[in-house]
């Protein structure tokens, strides 16, 4: 393990901004610590490279322990939101002042080497204010590189840039994470970013980690409906709870529930994404159908997004790439048993 969180809670004026994290990153892993606005994030970074000091827990790199110990003595290259390149000094100087005062060997060349990584090197005596905000953002990489650090810390690097831009530089950085291969914890709430970069995904809530896995396993198979909702759209009916409070039906699909403990509420969630809905004019062999209107038709370019009123009063979002109804006319929404996951009203998964 290149960096471990052992059990890392940190408060504010006794507020816990951060509360029990632990997981660890793999040398050479890229991993993305993901979740919405306020739960957690830059604590979470600032505590690895120890602008912060966590109220409990402990936080180690190559296997030390370096909790309490000051950001200069950690390993540790940072990317931040705001753009934080000295604008007196040219793009040569900026990423050699990231090599520090401590004697690098060859400085010159470890400049050359991480500006033409990010394309770049025929740019180094350019001024910040030359560059474009793309190639700022390359600019920092590189001089967070250059040190060749243990661990990457990118937080929210892409945030602050337009849509095509981020794209650009996501791929940008994928690509400069396999060539260098330097371990990189990317922090993002942006969900398509980090199931697009990472190997795995932490995902944060409201201060704790909600879930970690690899992005396609927990978008398919969510632990909890915080995830699920999280990393995609997502449609929820509330059923009643059957057959001793240990089963649901939806459309024709009996699903028993993994703990009947659990279920003792008697009603449950069940979840659909838009993406394994189909629509029909007629009841085929799909394990669920459900029977609606359409209420609206939305035409987004590369597919349709059909808004379905069921029959019990709750909507759904279907996605579709072919021709879709009109709007009033009555469909039935069609779903295989594997797309549909059953959780309680606190979000807890019911079924395998
Ligand atoms: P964002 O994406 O909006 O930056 P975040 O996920 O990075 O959010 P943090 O900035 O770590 O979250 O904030 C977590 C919680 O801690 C929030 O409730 C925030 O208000 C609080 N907090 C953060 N920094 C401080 C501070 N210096 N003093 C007091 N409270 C703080």
Redesign the pocket.
């Known amino acids: 393990m290149m960096l471990e969180l052992d059990s890392v809670t940190h408060r ?2 006794d ?1 816990p ?1 951060v509360e029990d994290i632990s997981f660890g990153v793999e040398a050479g892993e890229l991993v993305a610590v993901l ?1 919405p ?8 970074v600032q505590a690895i490279a120890g602008h912060v000091r966590p109220s409990e827990g402990r936080v180690r790199l190559r296997g030390d322990d370096v909790t309490t110990d000051p950001p200069e003595a950690r390993d540790v290259g940072l990317v931040f939101q705001e753009p934080t390149l000295f604008p007196h000094m040219t793009v040569g100087e900026n990423v050699a002042y990231g090599l520090g005062p401590a004697g690098v060997t060859d400085p010159e060349r470890q400049v050359s080497e991480y500006l033409d990584l990010v394309a770049l090197d025929e740019r180094r005596s350019l001024r910040p204010d030359e560059l474009s905000g793309g190639q700022k953002r390359r600019v920092e990489l590189a001089r967070a590189l250059a040190p060749e650090p243990d661990l990457l810390l990118l937080d ?1 690097p892409l945030s602050a840039l337009d849509r095509q831009l981020r794209e650009q530089l996501r791929d940008e950085i994928s690509r400069i994470h396999s060539e260098t291969g330097v371990t990189t914890l990317f922090v993002t ?1 942006d969900q398509e970013e980090a199931m697009a970069l990472a190997d795995r995904l932490v995902v944060m809530n409201e ?1 704790s980690v909600a879930a970690v896995g690899a992005p396609r396993a927990l978008y398919e198979r969510p632990p909890n409906l915080f995830v699920a909702e999280f990393l995609g759209r997502s449609n929820t009916i509330t059923v009643d709870v059957t057959g001793d409070r240990a089963a649901v039906e939806l459309g024709g699909t009996t699903r028993q529930l993994a703990d009947e403990s659990q279920a003792s509420p008697d009603r449950a969630v069940c979840h659909l994404r838009p993406r394994d809905l189909t629509l029909e004019s007629e009841s085929t062999a799909a394990a669920v159908s459900l029977s609606g209107h359409v209420r609206s038709v939305s035409d987004l370019g590369r597919r349709y997004e059909v808004t379905v009123e069921l029959a019990c009063g709750d909507e759904v979002v279907v996605e579709q790439r072919t021709e879709p109804p009109a709007v009033g006319d009555a469909v039935r929404v069609e779903a295989s048993a594997d797309a549909l996951s059953v959780f309680t009203k606190n979000g807890v998964r019911l079924t395998h």
Do not use: R
């Open positions: 504010y004026d507020q901004a979740g606005s306020g739960c957690g994030k830059t604590t979470l929210e709430h201060g």
